[in-house]
Each structure stands twice: as structure tokens, then as C-alpha cells.
């Protein structure tokens, strides 16, 4: 008798490798279900829906880069190093995630319009939920490191965070993440540069 959870497993598999490489609108549920090797009716058993079934894959996607991105802060030596974590997270993550088109967050959100006001959306909740981590985390790792506006500090970084990725899709520059921690360095320098006092002011 087959296993439900590791059917579950293989359909959001076979599900993440195909939307996230052909596209999300052009991969049906008949071909997720073909490529796990159930029959249409075990997916939807199991999800009910392709926008459930996208919302488990994103579910599972945040959860797993998160704990990328917590381990490369808990070996990060110093606060400079863990707000610069970040980068090495997303190289771990990439080489445990196997090959996609690019931050599966992003595509979904490149073909996926935003809910209208009023309008519930548990997909892009996910994404927005994504953002959210993301900023409150390199927030909380500014204000660690000193910076004097970290809201400022963590929308700078967030900015160079989202060019590693458009970096991915584009294939230039082919290997975006030293670049990336090269520039967010440079951001951090200026932390410590202590501001300009006008005489008489």
C-alpha cells in the first residue's frame, strides 16, 4: 500500500521542478500528476487544487529557506558576517533546492496578479509573507550590527538581495553572489561612518 506522505512528497516534487522551470500557467495538473506518476484524481485527493497545490509548494519552499538562512547566521562569527549570511544562504539553498528558473516567489508573483483590495489570496499571502520574513530578519540584523536606520539598512540590502536573484534569471553576471556580498559590504561601511556636523547647527 503506497505511502500518503510520500506520495504527497513526490506530487510536490514533481510539481515545484515543473512550475518553477516551464511556468506556472503552462504546467496543468495533468502533467504534475504524469511526472509524480499518480493519476489526476491522487493529486487532487491530496491538494484539491493547483492553486493548493502551489501553495503547499511555497509553504514548504519558505520553511526550507528559512532554515537555510538560520544556519548561516548561527555560523556567522560576527554581526557584520550574519547580516552577509544571507548570501551564503541563498548559495546552500539553491544546491539543496535542485534546478528551478529562478526565486520561486518571484515567479509566482511575475504570473500572478495581486488580489484586488478586500480579496483573499492564500498564494500571494504566501509571498507576502516571504517579504515579510525577509525584511524583519535583515532588519533585526542591522539593528544588531549597528546600523542607525536599520529600516533604511535592511531596504538597502533588501534591494541587493532581490538583484541576486533577477542576476539568477537573466544569467548575468553569471555568478552574481560575491558581487552581491562585495556590494552589501560596501552598504555596511557606510554605518560606521559617524555623520557630518555642521557648525552652528
Known sequence: MANPQLT???????????FF???I????????AAAAGVSIVTLYKHFGSKDNLLREILARRLQDWSTHWESAIAAAESPRERV??????????RASAGETQWCCFLATASERPAPTPG??????????????MVTKRLTSLATDAGC????????????VYNGVLASLLRGAPADPLPMARMTAGLVLDTWAVPPVV???K
Do not use: Y
Open 198 to 200: 555642521v557648525p552652528g
Open 25 to 32: 500557467a503552462s504546467t496543468g495538473v495533468d502533467r504534475a
Open 84 to 93: 552577509l549570511a544571507i548570501f551564503d544562504a541563498i548559495e546552500t539553498f
Open 21 to 23: 522551470h516551464d511556468g
Open 8 to 18: 504527497r512528497t513526490r506530487i510536490l516534487d514533481a510539481a515545484e521542478g515543473l
Open 119 to 132: 480579496s483573499e489570496d492564500p498564494v500571494f499571502d504566501l509571498i507576502r509573507q516571504d517579504t515579510a
Open 148 to 159: 542607525p536606520d536599520p529600516g533604511s539598512g535592511a531596504a538597502a540590502l533588501l534591494l
